[in-house]
């Protein structure tokens, strides 16, 4: 009795375990977030197993998946002990996709058909070898043959010459005919070309891990990785209406990944969270100082330490980040400080390939036109629009190609936008209005002409003239110095006063608002003084 009972312990377990089946499965990637420098990327699994536990193998996911970040939910399905293989792969059924193995048997089969057309090319140039090896043994019987009279010989060699005329001609016909059947023959090259390239368009040719997981239960697996090998950024058209005054931004997306896999089809969604940045703000610590006596250097070694060669600090480089059709609106949606939009049609982008652009809508703006003029740096003024963003939406920071009256005029830099805030974007030079710095009077202390060694004076004219057909509302900047010491006094003379001074901030700037007629000329005189104490020098 003492034997029999583990026996029939075994003799009931034992069909338990051996009910336990390996289900191998390809996955289907579903659905993927694309965050900056970052990709979720969530693909399902459908499991229908035995009753009991069970051991899925999946054999498709991407090389290099870390299993920290590794998330297995089941529905219908409860999950078990997950492990991720990158070697010794269990022994599971072919799971080729269907189109792969359809496209590998084509490439099979063509290559079948090319092989036996190109035998039969072979067969006929080994006719044109086999006659070459027939006149070599002809030119060979002269020296072969016995001696003989003069008639003899002279009738061996007319048969002779006869023989190698016919075979030289069909050596002729048999490498003829062998061209032109290679010829012939590239319509299945072509084809089988044609055919790999398919195959290889449905190969991703990179290596995979294979998940490993036991479950029970029957219905779908899902399993979400990460990737940093993908990204998005936004990307503009922005069309500017002069005379409706008007500003029209098509808003779309280029999305890059080289994840090793296509994503075919999948529900796309875009976010402008980093779940791999910084996630809290920085700490600080206490700041603890003191003081001490001053310690008196020598002078000697002071002057010997200013002699000595100075070793310039190396210069820390920082290192480069990591790589439709008509308007589709996407579904935009801001949770806090994150902005994420939703495609709302199947999206597919291959591994590898360029970035591709998605459309998603376009946001009118009134706008308000005018001509800006620096007659100090610029010999042009500049086409300029001003809108309010009065959209309800974010404008995220995109390069933009920029167009004027249907002509592209550039590219810029659209910068964060928030709903409510203005934006401003030039729309190139205007060729037909000059700009123009001339400086009259002007004399400095160094050289003392019309000033004491302790100023300086100087008159400066700036002119805009609007050369073309039309009326235009026009924006001037100009500059003077300012100081913030008290020993130096600036002193200005503008003419006209302009319309705003130290626009957001910036001290020493001023901005004139008028209107510039056909044909005309303005000119804008700034007159600047300077004192500062005898000893100092101007810097």
């Known amino acids: 009795m003492r034997i029999a009972l583990p026996i029939l312990l075994l003799s009931v377990a034992l069909p338990a375990a051996v009910s336990a089946e390996t289900i191998a499965a390809r996955s289907h990637i579903t659905r993927v977030t694309v965050f900056p420098g970052l990709a979720q990327i969530t693909r399902e699994v459908t499991v229908a197993g035995p009753a009991g536990m069970n051991q899925l193998v999946v054999p498709d996911l991407p090389a290099g998946v870390v299993p920290a970040t590794l998330r297995v939910v089941g529905q219908g399905v409860t999950i078990g002990a997950v492990n991720v293989l990158s070697g010794r792969q269990p022994a599971t059924a072919d799971l080729t996709a269907p189109e792969v193995k359809a496209a ?31 006149i070599a043994f002809l030119h060979g019987l002269n020296q072969r043959a016995p001696a003989a009279s003069t008639d003899e010989l002279r009738a061996q060699a007319q048969m002779v010459n006869d023989e190698v005329l016919a075979a030289t001609g ?25 055919a790999k390239k398919a195959l290889a368009a449905l190969q991703s040719g990179d290596a995979h891990a294979t998940l490993v997981a036991s479950v029970s239960g029957q219905g779908t697996v899902e399993i979400t990785t990460y990737t940093p090998n993908a990204d998005w950024q936004p990307v503009y058209d922005i069309h500017l209406d002069r005379k409706a005054g008007k500003l029209v931004i098509d808003r779309g997306v280029s999305v890059h990944q080289a994840s090793g896999e296509d994503w075919t089809d999948v529900a796309l969604t875009l976010s402008t969270a980093r779940p791999s940045g910084q996630s809290a703000p920085s700490e600080l ?19 010997s330490a200013m002699k000595a060669p100075v070793m310039e600090a190396p210069v820390m480089l920082a290192a480069p980040s990591p790589g439709g059709g008509g308007a589709i609106s996407a579904h935009t949606e801001l949770l806090g400080a994150t902005v994420t939009y939703r495609y709302p049609d199947p999206a597919t982008i291959r591994s590898g390939v360029d970035a591709v652009r998605f459309s998603l809508d376009s946001v009118d703006l009134t706008a308000d036109v005018y001509a800006e003029a620096v007659p100090s740096s610029d010999t042009t003024a500049y086409l300029m629009a001003k809108a309010k963003n009065d959209s309800g939406q974010v404008l995220l920071p995109g390069q933009a190609m920029l167009f004027a009256d249907g002509a592209v005029v550039g590219a810029d830099a659209l910068p964060m936008t928030a709903a409510g805030t203005e934006l401003t974007l030039g729309f190139g030079a205007i060729d037909g209005m000059r700009l123009s710095m001339t400086t009259p009077e002007k004399s400095s202390g160094d050289r003392g002409i019309l000033s004491k060694s302790n100023g300086s004076h100087e008159v400066s004219l700036l002119k805009v003239e609007n050369l073309t057909a039309e009326d235009w509302p026009l924006r001037v900047m100009g500059q003077v110095p300012y100081s913030e010491q008290d020993a130096l006094v600036v002193k200005t003379k503008v003419d006209p006063a302009p319309t705003e001074t130290d626009p957001d901030g910036k ?33």
């Open 285 to 303: 610590s206490p700041d603890l100082i003191s003081i001490a006596p001053e310690v008196q250097m020598d002078a000697a070694p002071m002057a």
């Open 104 to 134: 590998q048997d084509e490439v099979d089969r063509l290559t079948q058909v090319l092989a036996g057309k190109e035998f039969a090319v072979a067969a006929i140039r080994l006719q044109a070898q086999a006659t070459a090896e027939e």
């Open 170 to 194: 069909r050596a002729l016909d048999a490498e003829q005919k062998a061209r032109a059947a290679d010829l012939a023959l590239k319509p299945d090259r072509d084809a089988l070309d044609h």
């Open 507 to 539: 001290r020493g700037l001023l901005i004139w608002k008028t209107d510039i007629a056909a044909g005309k000329a303005l000119t804008f005189r700034l007159e600047t003084t300077l004192n500062w104490p005898a000893g100092q020098v101007l810097q």
